[in-house]
């Protein structure tokens, strides 16, 4: 099975075992600017993108998305780490009111002939207040998705209200993988961050992973999609990333047919009215 599916099973059975809600999480399922947004979690959070950032320039670098944990899938990645120990960073933002308990997963890697940095640690802080380390929060990577890999680990946040919360991993040494000093082509790769908590008032919150109905899936190439809020475009692309369907159904019920294209796996990217987005993987058999 693909990442993707393989990764929402692992929720499903994850929440089921601590009773915890997704907040916010990332499987950047395509080689496109909206994987930037969390493709999953509380409705409040799906606008909230991920960032490169670096504290000593307030600069925002540019992220590209590029292969991520299995073949076929993506990864956030960005250059341009050099002199950055205890200044650059990725982080993502979310709000989660009437929530206790968080813990945070993630798998990040080093490139191999443009090694990146090797040594990270997990901060958190609210809107107003400056970043804590997380408690056991140090991670080394390596070029693979094994090494700095964080799993469910708990992040001590406390008082967010309604306000905002930030979390990032923070480059914590110059050193890429050989020891050597990071340069600016040196690779980061970020991918299946998934934030879970417990809420704390027994209110169920609108929860966006399952705001599109596709069936069946896998197919023969006709798949039926039903969705909460009327679609106003369905876009589908191969696994190169190039575009092989579009249609604007403007309606809550629509299909694609994409029984004359070759079997394998396809992402189709639905827009709705207010311009959001839901991504998922489709399987021609």
Do not use: C
């Amino acid at each position: 099975m693909k990442k993707t599916l393989l990764f929402f099973a692992m929720f499903i059975i994850t929440l089921t075992v601590n009773a915890q809600d997704t907040i916010s999480g990332f499987s950047f399922p395509l080689n496109d600017t909206t994987s930037k947004r969390p493709n999953f979690g509380l409705q409040t959070n799906k606008t909230y993108a991920i960032f490169k950032e670096d504290t000593a320039t307030s600069v925002t670098d540019t992220i590209t998305f590029t292969n991520g944990v299995t073949t076929g899938d993506y990864a956030a990645t960005a250059t341009k780490w050099d002199n950055g120990a205890n200044a650059k960073f990725w982080s993502v933002k979310f709000k989660a009111p009437n929530y206790t308990n968080f813990k945070i997963s993630s798998k990040q890697r080093s490139g191999g002939a443009n090694s990146g940095p090797k040594n990270f640690k997990i901060q958190w802080r609210l809107s107003a207040g400056t970043y804590a380390d997380v408690p056991n929060g140090a991670v080394v990577l390596g070029n693979d998705w094994t090494t700095g890999v964080v799993n469910q680990l708990a992040v001590p946040i406390t008082g967010q209200g309604t306000g905002s919360v930030y979390i990032r991993w923070l480059m914590t040494s110059n050193d890429d993988l050989t020891g050597a000093a990071v340069t600016s082509l040196g690779v980061s790769k970020i991918d299946d961050i998934i934030i879970t908590a417990t809420n704390t008032i027994g209110i169920e919150e609108t929860i966006y992973t399952n705001t599109v109905n596709i069936y069946p899936n896998p197919s023969n190439g006709v798949f039926n999609i039903e969705a909460s809020d009327a679609i106003n475009e369905i876009m589908v692309y191969n696994g190169l990333g190039s575009q092989v369907f579009h249609s604007n159904p403007s309606q809550l019920k629509s299909s694609i047919d994409l029984s004359d294209f070759k079997a394998g796996f396809y992402f189709v990217k639905v827009r709705y009215d207010d311009n959001s987005y839901y991504t998922s993987k489709l399987i021609v058999r």
